[in-house]
């Protein structure tokens, strides 16, 4: 050890936080925004919750599995805690903003509750008592946070919006995280230049409702002119959007995404179902000629265009006909990429107050069903592509094997590709590559050429 050893053994070691942060992306900017004022001040990040001092659980509370994986993970590190006195537990995220003081009660361990905004001043009040988050504080989005990424540093998620306007009777998230509020158009463009700056080369534009973007700022904007401002943003070469609300996807926006080299010809569509009855009791806007007319419309203009969508099986009131028209639509439909749900009954969605509940045995024999009948329509998707020559981006080594992903896979939700043979890659470096097999949800390819300058 060189000279300056007997000082450096003087000086207390920063305080450590460790962060479990569960549920949608959404979710993990605002873990990475918290993060990042953490280091700011001045805590040093751990992965082993063992030798943190700050313990955070960032939570979910959308619906009943996802709550109780977030009191799981809660109990886990009060339990943590309770070992280890002095360690302090906050938690943060929808959980707390839906329970609030009630949480508090039930895990007295619980040193501090966030709930979905005021980040920034969680350091502040962590030295006060405990005081809940009331369900009503939905702070503006206006500034730009720092952020620690916790995803590879090649790939980015981009957080456009807050909250959401959509009355879906089956959805909790407005009472979670308020209205719909656009952030501001230079302060997004500011992010993606800081996180493209650190080497970041694929944007993941999320919110509850992108299409919406803009509609509510002074002066207005839209999507299409965030597209316009992002696509001239240095370094970045992917933008992929997430959480496309089907009614207000505009032929603008169409043919803007069309014409760009950046922006990828992915759609994410949280359709939800397909049958007119059905939608109509979700209060969702479109109607199934709707939404056939958009896949149309999009694979006119894009006849490449990847489409995912999600739907929810044993809706109330879901009967034999109706679930077989959504699994008719799936199967005409062909979508390269489906999430189906089964149907949860949360106290607080307007749903809940529905009669003629489906029997979960039913539900889960139908998610089962239509999962079927779209892994069949994956498989013979995927194996279209063989012989096909495309972009990879390298995420990574999984059991000695080269990771990437193409345009149609966007990260964790879809498939992943893997590199014949053992090629020394660059992580986030991209390469042309050429399928040469596929199975249910993944492909193979190999290298066809220099990673891209």
Not at 171 to 177: A, G, H, K, M, N
Not at 182 to 211: C, H, M, N, Y
Not at 383 to 399: C, P, T
Request: aromatic share 6%; hydrophobic share 40%; with cysteine.
């Amino acid at each position: 050890m060189r000279g300056g050893w007997k000082e450096r053994l003087k000086k207390p070691r920063a305080l450590r936080v460790g962060l479990i942060s569960l549920g949608c992306p959404k979710n993990v900017v605002d873990a990475e925004r918290l993060l990042g004022r953490f280091l700011e001040g001045g805590y040093e990040p751990t992965s082993d919750p063992a030798e943190a001092d700050l313990l955070v659980v960032n939570t979910c509370g959308f619906k009943a599995d996802a709550e109780a994986e977030s009191r799981a993970a809660i109990l886990e590190m009060a339990a943590l805690k309770a070992a280890h006195p002095g360690k302090r537990l906050v938690v943060t995220g929808c959980l707390a903003q839906r329970y609030g003081d009630r949480l508090q009660e039930e895990i007295p361990a619980i040193d501090l509750l966030a709930g979905t905004t005021g980040h920034d001043r969680v350091l502040e009040r962590l030295s006060i008592p405990i005081t809940a988050m009331p369900a009503a504080d939905f702070a503006t989005v206006s500034e730009v946070a720092p952020r620690l990424l916790t995803t590879p540093p090649h790939t980015a998620y981009l957080k456009i919006a807050e909250g959401c306007n959509n009355p879906c009777t089956f959805c909790i998230i407005p009472r979670l995280r308020g209205p719909f509020r656009s952030r501001p158009l230079d302060e997004i463009i500011a992010e993606a230049e800081a996180l493209a700056a650190g080497g970041v080369k694929e944007l993941i534009v999320v919110s509850q409702d992108t299409t919406l973007y803009g509609r509510d700022l002074t002066p207005r904007s839209n999507l299409v002119e965030l597209l316009a401002r992002l696509e001239r943003v240095r370094g970045v070469r992917w933008i992929r959007l997430m959480y496309l609300y089907p009614t207000m996807i505009t032929d603008a926006l169409l043919d803007h995404i069309a014409a760009s080299n950046k922006v990828l010809h992915y759609f994410d569509l949280p359709l939800q179902h397909a049958h007119g009855a059905v939608l109509k009791r979700m209060k969702r806007a479109e109607r199934p000629e709707d939404l056939k007319q958009l896949i149309t419309r999009i694979r006119q203009r894009m006849p490449d265009a990847v489409l995912r969508s999600v739907f929810i099986v044993g809706f109330p009131g879901e009967n034999d006909a109706e679930f077989d028209t959504l699994r008719q639509f799936v199967v005409e439909s062909r979508f390269d990429h489906v999430g189906v749900f089964t149907y949860s009954d949360e106290p607080e969605a307007e749903a809940f107050q529905l009669g003629d509940k489906v029997l979960a045995e039913v539900a889960e024999q139908r998610r089962n069903a239509l999962m079927t009948v779209q892994q069949e329509i994956s498989r013979e998707k995927l194996a279209e592509l063989v012989g096909r020559r495309v972009v990879l981006l390298v995420d990574g080594i999984e059991k000695g094997q080269t990771v990437g992903r193409t345009t149609g896979q966007a990260p964790e939700v879809d498939g992943i590709t893997l590199l014949e043979g053992r090629p020394t890659l660059k992580i986030g470096s991209m390469v042309p590559v050429v399928i040469t097999a596929s199975k249910e949800y993944d492909l193979k390819a190999r290298i066809a050429g220099p990673a891209i300058k």
